[in-house]
């Protein structure tokens, strides 16, 4: 982790939402920041977001944003009613349902799903359930869908809407091969729930990601009449016969025979974290019929279907698979500077995870995409993973009102050539410095890194980029946490650098990038009288020089700031005079 800045912007007066998205469960104290009226200004704010998208998604089949956003939204939301104490019911806070005109009743409720958000919430639903027979499926990205049968004949679809009323789906489920339009040997009512998917053969979830298959169905959905092509790309995965026999191996016989036989397939018992763990991990990397985002776990029997409510039950339980975007809050921005001056805004985040990694830090990249942002403290961005590992910020998605201040280094203040000591505002850059002195690219000082700099420097023992040569190991043994051993190591691999060649010294020193072969045409001693000779226009005739890294080679050999350095190298015999 790279050194903070002095600049440091904290939200508020203290706290902003401390609880980790994604991967753990909130805190109690979790609260937006700002006096009470902005407080309930910010919830307001989230509540109508999540209203909108929940309007867009119920209404209109559209997905505005990606689950792993949405998810963390909703656990803010309630996270903060908890905080601010609501009444009971938030209604004035929640998403509003659908309005039920033209819509159909389910005639068993669809209760959804809660999501475990980490390994240790799928373990504690296991521990209070280890006398009961479990078992696991893919949970199918699809779009959910109730199918009634009466005296064995397709008599309504309905698709989930808020889980008591939806959109009738009838005349297109009857277009759908993967729907039986009779089922053989039927009760009389035969209620079936489950997840219209898009087809999607050999689709491997950690390569593919959800490949827009549920906005594919939404779509074919939402049109008066499928054309035969159209009904054909669509499968169903029956999740549930909430009606059918108690045990969930009984109900899969029957349904397989009926011919929704992914049930059967893609349903298999476990006991243990670890083997919920690995099914899900194995399904998360193999070809799959459709695509998928997570692990549903079931038991095998749960309440009459008549007990149930248009609200997650207890007797089953989501793994969504690692987010790939989440909903993050900003607590700070920092501003680091590296070697060459550049400036780099860093987002603090309260930790979220991404692929199963904790992220709490995001670049900005530069001040002037910092400033087109607008990035402040107590925003909330969505943040994903470019590749596996580096966080990226796709975008503001609330902004913290009214706007924090926040104060960023001057610009102007650093370059190339400034902060070659540890003067004030200094600090940051001039270790960065001494970091790339050691590191392989420079005199490869091995066990020497940024942290010994900082040390260093902090004690006050080194105030220039070459000040460590002449260190007493006493002085190094009094460090805290250095001792004896420590104190010999250092010392002796400061004293190998004496051996370092010329050019890895100037390398060190921060000699701009240059093929050391025309540096050599330059000056084959490495004499630092010879190298200072050549003039801009000299320099630009090597190859691959142009007028910017001439005018550079330059400044290094010439500089004010760097000329005193070098002087001392050829004293000490490091650069031919």
Avoid at 448 to 474: H, K, M, P, Y
Wanted: proline share 7%.
């Amino acid at each position: 982790m790279s050194i903070q800045s002095a600049v440091r912007v904290l939200a508020g007066a203290g706290l902003i939402l401390g609880f980790a998205l994604g991967g753990a469960q909130p805190h109690a104290a979790a609260c937006p920041p700002g006096d009470p009226a902005q407080r309930q200004a910010a919830l307001a704010q989230l509540s109508a977001r999540l209203a909108r998208w929940d309007e867009a998604y119920y209404q209109d089949g559209k997905r505005l944003v990606e689950d792993g956003v949405y998810d963390a939204a909703k656990r803010r939301q309630l996270a903060w009613q908890t905080c601010l104490r609501q009444a009971a019911d938030g209604t004035a806070d929640r998403p509003r349902p659908p309005a039920t005109g033209h819509l159909v009743a389910h005639p068993i409720v669809q209760t959804g799903l809660n999501k475990a958000d980490s390994r240790q919430v799928v373990a504690n639903w296991l521990a209070g359930r280890d006398d009961r027979s479990l078992w696991i499926q893919p949970k199918v990205d699809g779009v959910a869908v109730t199918l009634v049968y009466r005296n064995g004949a397709l008599s309504a679809a309905i698709s989930r809407g808020n889980g008591v009323h939806g959109q009738n789906w009838l005349p297109q489920a009857k277009l759908i091969e993967a729907i039986p339009v009779r089922l053989s040997d039927a009760p009389v009512r035969v209620v079936l729930q489950g997840e219209l998917y898009a087809k999607r053969p050999g689709h491997v979830q950690a390569r593919d990601g959800t490949d827009g298959a549920r906005s594919a169905v939404i779509g074919l959905m939402a049109r008066e009449r499928l054309d035969k092509s159209a009904a054909a790309s669509i499968g169903l995965f029956v999740w549930d016969w909430p009606d059918g026999p108690a045990e969930l191996p009984a109900r899969n016989e029957r349904l397989a025979a009926w011919g929704f036989s992914d049930v059967r397939t893609y349903s298999l018992p476990v006991d243990t974290l670890a083997d919920v763990a690995a099914q899900r991990q194995a399904w998360f990397n193999a070809p799959l019929p459709f695509a998928s985002d997570g692990i549903v776990l079931r038991q095998s029997r749960r309440p009459a279907a008549a007990t149930w409510q248009p609200e997650p039950p207890d007797w089953a339980l989501a793994w969504k698979y690692p987010a790939r975007r989440t909903l993050a809050v900003v607590e700070g921005i920092d501003f680091s500077v590296g070697r060459t001056g550049r400036i780099t805004p860093i987002a603090e985040l309260a930790p979220v995870t991404l692929n199963d990694r904790t992220v709490s830090r995001v670049s900005l990249g530069s001040l002037e995409r910092w400033r087109e942002l607008d990035v402040r403290p107590g925003d909330q961005l969505s943040v994903a993973l470019a590749g596996l590992t580096i966080p990226r910020v796709d975008g503001v998605v609330l902004r913290r009102q009214p706007r924090p201040a926040v104060e960023a280094p001057e610009a102007d203040d650093y370059g190339p050539w400034s902060c070659l000591a540890p003067s004030p505002g200094c600090r940051e850059q001039f270790v960065a410095r001494l970091d790339w002195l050691s590191s392989d690219q420079g005199l490869d000082m091995a066990g020497i890194g940024e942290g010994t700099w900082l040390q260093l420097v902090e004690s006050g023992l080194v105030d220039d980029l070459l000040g460590w040569q002449t260190l007493d190991r006493a002085a190094l043994e009094a460090l805290p946490g250095v001792g004896e051993a420590r104190a010999r190591q250092w010392q002796e691999t400061f004293e190998d650098t004496h051996r370092r060649p010329a050019i890895a010294w100037l390398q060190a020193l921060g000699l701009p990038p240059i093929d050391e072969e025309v540096l050599r045409q330059a000056s084959p001693t490495m004499s630092l009288a010879e190298l200072r000779q050549r003039t801009i226009a000299q320099w630009q005739r090597a190859d691959g020089i142009g007028p910017v890294r001439s005018e550079a080679l330059w400044r290094f050999l010439h500089g004010s700031q760097t000329a005193p350095l070098l002087e001392r190298l050829v004293a000490e015999h490091h650069l031919t005079p």
